[in-house]
C-alpha cells in the first residue's frame, strides 16, 4: 500500500458505499430489519456481539461518533446487552490508548497541562465528573489522562463509573423512542 494517499482512500470508500447503495436500489434488493434481528439474535447471537463490540472498540479509537452504533445497537440488542458491550468496549480502548498513548507523542497543548496538579489531587471524582460533560470526548479524555501519568486504575473507576451511568440513560432514552414510534406506528 505504498504511495496511496489517504484523500484516494476516503473517496474511494464513499464511492464504494455510493456504488453499493446505487445497485441495491436499481436491484429491488429489500432488506427486511425484523427478519434481520431475529437472524442475528439467534443463530448467529455471540458471533455478532462480538463483532459490536469489535466495532465499538474500533469506534473508540477513532473520533467517529457514537450515535450511529448505539442505534444499531439497540434495535438489534437488549438494554443489558448493549450496556455491557459499551463498558467492555470503554475498557478495551481505554486500555490500548493508555498503552500507546506515549508512542503516539503528540504535543499535549499548555491548557491541559496547567490542570494537570488539579486533576492529581482528586483523580477519581473529577474524572468521573468529566464523563458527564457534553462534547468530551471519553477517548480524547483518556489519551490527555495517560499523558499526564494518572494511574490506569484510577482511569478505569472513574471512565467506567461515569460512562455506566450516561449509558444506562442514553440506552433508556433511545429505547423509550423506538417503543414510542412503534405504539404510534401500530
Known sequence: MKNISKKKLFYGFIALNIAALIYFYFSDYKIDPKMLKTLINTKYFLVSYVIYILILVVRGLTLLPGTAFLLAGIYIFSFTQV?????????????????????????????????????????VPIIFA????????????????????????????????????????????????????NYALN
Open 83 to 123: 450496556f455491557f458491550a459499551i463498558q467492555i468496549a470503554i475498557i478495551g480502548y481505554c486500555l490500548i490508548i493508555y498503552n500507546f498513548a506515549y508512542k503516539l507523542n503528540f504535543k499535549v497543548p499548555q491548557k491541559i497541562l496547567d490542570y494537570e496538579q488539579k486533576i492529581k489531587t482528586k483523580e
Open 130 to 181: 468529566l464523563c458527564f460533560i457534553p462534547g468530551i470526548s471519553i477517548n480524547v479524555l483518556i489519551y490527555f489522562l495517560s499523558i499526564i501519568d494518572i494511574k490506569l486504575k484510577n482511569i478505569l473507576i472513574g471512565i467506567i463509573a461515569g460512562t455506566s451511568i450516561t449509558s444506562a440513560i442514553y440506552i433508556s432514552l433511545i429505547t423509550g423512542v423506538y417503543e414510542s414510534a
